[in-house]
C-alpha cells in the first residue's frame, strides 16, 4: 500500500499525559499537511510542511502543540499536557510534488481520546 | 462567516436517484474545488475536483462550478447505498497552499 499511513490509529491518554502521533506520506510528496477534526466539523488545518520546512501553523496550534519533519519524509505531531477538549481525529494528508493542483490524499487518521 | 458553507443535512435521496450536493464559499480568489467523501469513522476520500467553471464528469459522479456565483454542486446519478457517507466541499482559500473545509452535508441513501 503506497498512500499515506499514521500511526497509532488510536491513542487514549490521560489529561496532562504527552503523546506523539506518526505520519508517513506518499513516498513522492513532498508537501504534508496536520488537520483536527471533531465531530460533525470538516478537517481544521493545522500545519503545513514544505520538504522539511514548517510553512505554515493555524492559530489553532497552542503552544502545547509541536510538528516536525525532521528529514522531509515522516512528520510527526506532539501534544504536551493533553487537554480533554484536544480529543479529536488527527489527520495527515499529502500533496503531490510541483504543479497547480492543492489535491490532497489523507491517511486514515489518529483518533485521540483524552480521558 | 465560514469561508465554505454547506446544509449539514441530512439529505435522504431513494435509491437510484440523483443526489445534489451544495456548496457556497466566501473567498472569491479560491481557484480550486474539492469534495471528498467520509464514512464515519474514516477519513475524507478525494472524489472530485474542479478548477473551472462548468461540469466535470467522472463516471456516477459530477461537479459543478459557478464562480461568479461562488457556487460549487456535487450530483451523484443512480444512487446506492453505499454512496451513503458525508461529503465534504473544500476550496484552496484562507491562505498560501491550504485548503479549507465546509463541515459536510450527511447523505442518506434509502434502499
Known amino acids: 500500500d503506497t498512500g499515506v499511513s499514521q500511526d497509532p490509529r488510536h491513542k487514549i491518554t490521560k489529561r496532562g499525559q504527552n503523546v506523539t502521533f506518526r505520519c508517513d506520506p506518499i513516498s513522492e510528496h513532498n508537501r504534508l499537511y496536520w488537520y483536527r477534526q471533531t465531530l460533525g466539523q470538516g478537517p481544521e488545518f493545522l500545519t503545513y510542511?514544505?520538504?522539511?520546512?514548517?510553512?505554515?501553523k493555524s492559530r489553532l496550534l497552542s503552544d502545547r502543540f509541536s510538528a516536525e519533519r525532521p528529514k522531509g519524509s515522516f512528520s510527526t505531531l506532539e501534544i504536551q499536557r493533553t487537554e480533554q477538549g484536544d480529543s479529536a481525529m488527527y489527520l495527515c494528508?499529502?500533496?503531490?510534488?510541483?504543479?497547480?493542483?492543492?489535491?490532497?490524499?489523507f491517511g486514515p487518521g489518529t483518533r485521540l481520546t483524552v480521558t | 462567516q465560514k469561508e465554505v458553507e454547506q446544509n449539514s443535512g441530512p439529505l435522504s435521496v431513494p435509491e437510484g436517484a440523483i443526489a445534489s450536493l451544495n456548496c457556497t464559499y466566501s473567498d472569491r480568489g479560491s481557484q480550486s474545488f474539492f469534495w471528498y467523501r467520509q464514512y464515519s469513522g474514516k477519513s475524507p476520500e478525494l472524489i472530485m475536483s474542479?478548477?473551472?467553471?462548468g461540469d466535470k464528469e467522472d463516471g456516477r459522479f459530477t461537479a459543478q462550478l459557478n464562480k461568479a456565483s461562488q457556487y460549487v454542486s456535487l450530483l451523484i446519478r443512480d444512487s446506492q447505498p453505499s454512496d451513503s457517507a458525508t461529503y465534504l466541499c473544500a476550496s484552496d482559500s484562507g491562505g498560501y497552499q491550504k485548503v479549507t473545509f465546509g463541515t459536510g452535508t450527511k447523505l442518506q441513501v434509502i434502499p
Open positions: 494528508a499529502s500533496r503531490p510534488t510541483g504543479g497547480a493542483s492543492h489535491e490532497q490524499y
Open positions: 510542511f514544505q520538504n522539511e520546512a514548517q510553512l505554515e
Open positions: 474542479i478548477y473551472s467553471n
